[in-house]
């Protein structure tokens, strides 16, 4: 069965589908995008994604592409399509098609709208939270505008190559104060001994991650304390737990950092935890 792709307004066969190469987001960048995790049939925290884009749109005056029940509707098509009962449906829309030129383009442009979805192996994901990620550390050097969604990450693409370089899964960006700011495409969460879970606060530093409201929610639902602050490599590295979430990911485990083994090297029971009531207490809409 070959994989499809919505491409405004066309289902193509994914392998043929294109964009006009004078796509604003080809050449500057200069659009948005949202991953949402699909588990068992369901788009999981799907409302919550798509404020989030909302968000991103409005932040960069971008009109959103179609209605937002269109745009569901064409989701779920996608996801339909492509036979996808685990995986994720990615969507991107950038500013459109414009002759290249910095400033906008005139107000007739339209907005160009990407949907695919794909399917992942839960199973290969189940193994990989038994044994654990490894992160390496990187200096911040991304723009203080991360809070928007954009398709421009290449700071993130170079940092997640370093990490992998390194025999890693993941690199955190970190602050000149030494803080942890977030992954390349995950945020940061400690346990600390007395078991309190800590994630930098979600201002301007960091993506406000879906995955992590909704970690908040569960922590709530399982009776343990979340602490919005930050903490450094050092705390990190002298942690009960490490984790990361992100929808690609759920929740992960963090087993290393930077070479130093966090607590006994295996994951831990809150991270596990916490993975494990996830989908229960998630939004989950029919996909
Ligand atoms: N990345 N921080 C960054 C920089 C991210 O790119 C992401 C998500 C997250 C986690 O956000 P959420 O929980 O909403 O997925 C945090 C997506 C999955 C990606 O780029 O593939």
């Given at each position: 069965?070959?994989r499809v792709a919505y491409v405004?307004?066309?289902?193509l066969?994914h392998?043929?589908a294109?964009?006009?190469?004078?796509?604003?987001?080809?050449?500057?960048?200069?659009?948005?995008y949202?991953v949402?995790?699909?588990?068992?049939?369901?788009?999981?925290?799907?409302?919550?994604?798509?404020?989030?884009?909302?968000?991103?749109?409005?932040?960069?005056?971008?009109?959103?592409?179609?209605?937002?029940?269109?745009?569901?509707?064409?989701m779920?098509?996608v996801i339909?399509?492509n036979?996808v009962?685990?995986g994720m449906v990615y969507l991107q829309?950038?500013?459109?098609?414009?002759?290249?030129?910095?400033?906008?383009?005139?107000?007739?442009?339209?907005?160009?709208?990407v949907i695919t979805a794909k399917?992942?192996?839960?199973?290969?994901?189940?193994?990989?939270?038994?044994?654990?990620?490894?992160?390496?550390?990187?200096?911040?050097?991304?723009?203080?505008?991360?809070?928007?969604?954009?398709?421009?990450?290449?700071?993130?693409?170079?940092?997640?190559?370093?990490?992998?370089?390194?025999?890693?899964?993941?690199?955190?960006?970190?602050?000149?104060?030494?803080?942890?700011?977030?992954?390349?495409?995950?945020?940061?969460?400690?346990?600390?001994?007395?078991?309190?879970?800590?994630?930098?606060?979600?201002?301007?530093?960091?993506?406000?991650?879906?995955?992590?409201?909704?970690?908040?929610?569960?922590?709530?639902?399982?009776?343990?304390?979340?602490?919005?602050?930050?903490?450094?490599?050092?705390?990190?590295?002298?942690?009960?737990?490490?984790?990361?979430?992100?929808?690609?990911?759920?929740?992960?485990?963090?087993?290393?950092?930077?070479?130093?083994?966090?607590?006994?090297?295996?994951?831990?029971?809150?991270?596990?935890?916490?993975?494990?009531?996830?989908?229960?207490?998630?939004?989950?809409?029919?996909?």
């Amino acid at each position: 069965m070959p994989r499809v792709a919505y491409v405004n307004g066309r289902y193509l066969r994914h392998a043929d589908a294109a964009i006009h190469i004078e796509d604003r987001g080809y050449q500057f960048a200069d659009g948005v995008y949202e991953v949402c995790e699909v588990a068992r049939g369901y788009i999981m925290d799907m409302t919550r994604h798509l404020d989030r884009l909302d968000r991103s749109l409005r932040e960069l005056e971008i009109a959103w592409p179609m209605a937002r029940p269109a745009l569901t509707a064409v989701m779920r098509e996608v996801i339909r399509r492509n036979r996808v009962v685990n995986g994720m449906v990615y969507l991107q829309v950038t500013r459109g098609v414009a002759p290249r030129d910095h400033v906008f383009p005139a107000p007739g442009v339209k907005p160009a709208l990407v949907i695919t979805a794909k399917r992942t192996d839960p199973a290969a994901a189940a193994k990989k939270a038994e044994t654990g990620l490894k992160v390496i550390t990187v200096p911040e050097n991304r723009w203080d505008r991360v809070d928007i969604k954009s398709v421009g990450l290449l700071p993130n693409v170079l940092a997640r190559q370093k990490a992998k370089a390194a025999g890693a899964q993941e690199a955190w960006f970190i602050d000149p104060d030494g803080t942890v700011k977030e992954g390349a495409a995950t945020n940061a969460w400690i346990v600390t001994k007395d078991g309190r879970l800590v994630t930098r606060p979600a201002d301007h530093g960091i993506l406000r991650g879906i995955t992590r409201a909704t970690v908040i929610d569960v922590a709530a639902k399982l009776g343990l304390k979340v602490e919005e602050r930050g903490f450094t490599v050092e705390e990190a590295k002298q942690a009960r737990e490490a984790f990361l979430t992100a929808a690609t990911t759920v929740v992960m485990p963090v087993v290393e950092i930077d070479g130093a083994t966090v607590a006994n090297g295996h994951p831990g029971s809150v991270a596990l935890s916490l993975r494990q009531s996830f989908f229960d207490v998630a939004e989950k809409i029919k996909a």
